[in-house]
């Protein structure tokens, strides 16, 4: 939904519709933003005592083959330096507010893009989905889209 609302502001059209409510507006999609990186962050987190896709992999790895091992070593190379900006991001900002810089310093040390997170939300659906497929024969779909909820947000909005 984030992305739907984010996507769709720069829209001349809905710019009018929503002028009224642009502080509702800014509110939702900063809320929106940071419950991504929060979702993120504890879907990549490395602790032990966690429900997170490191211990679902540690609780699979008798079962994993050495292919499979190979694709998700490449996923996990790949998605690391984003992962990086993730953390950062929840560390010193959304999880916690650091005493030493503020959040756009943050975000400038973050140094995230928006095309990051859509190919880090890709690639972790691709992680999940050949474990799944591979240890435990099970195909697993993903609807990240929030487009519909958004624009029906939108039009009970402006009504």
Not at 70 to 90: G, M
Not at 120 to 132: G, I
């Amino acid at each position: 939904m984030w992305r739907a609302m984010r996507d769709e502001r720069r829209d001349k059209n809905f710019q009018g519709k929503l002028k009224r409510y642009s502080r509702f507006y800014i509110a939702a999609e900063n809320a929106l933003f940071n419950s991504l990186i929060i979702i993120l962050y504890k879907t990549v987190e490395n602790r032990k005592d966690t429900i997170n896709i490191n211990s679902y992999k540690k609780s699979l790895m008798d079962d994993i083959s050495e292919d499979t091992q190979v694709a998700l070593s490449k996923i996990e190379k790949r998605i690391k330096p984003l992962v990086t900006k993730i953390c950062i991001l929840r560390n010193s900002t959304v999880g916690h507010q650091s005493m030493n810089l503020d959040a756009g310093d943050v975000y400038d040390k973050a140094d995230l893009w928006v095309s990051e997170i859509r190919q880090l939300l890709s690639d972790l659906q691709e992680l999940l989905y050949v474990l799944a497929k591979d240890v435990q024969d099970t195909h697993v779909t993903f609807n990240l889209k929030g487009t519909q909820s958004f624009k029906n947000l939108v039009d009970d909005l402006t009504c």
